[in-house]
């Protein structure tokens, strides 16, 4: 099962200082677990 979402990036400012996030793509993986009664 692939469920699509949509997410952005929040750099810190460091990060935007050092230059350490650059545009692109990525991907990313999420566990979840589902319980019901």
Same mark, same amino acid.
């Given at each position: 099962? @692939? #469920?699509a979402l949509? =997410? $952005?990036v929040q =750099? %810190?400012?460091a990060a935007k200082a050092n230059q *350490? #996030? @650059?545009e *692109? =793509?990525?991907t990313a +993986? =999420? +566990?979840f677990a589902? %319980? $019901?009664q």
């Open positions: 099962m @692939v #469920i949509q =997410a $952005y =750099a %810190e400012p *350490g #996030i @650059v *692109g =793509a990525f +993986t =999420a +566990t589902l %319980e $019901y």
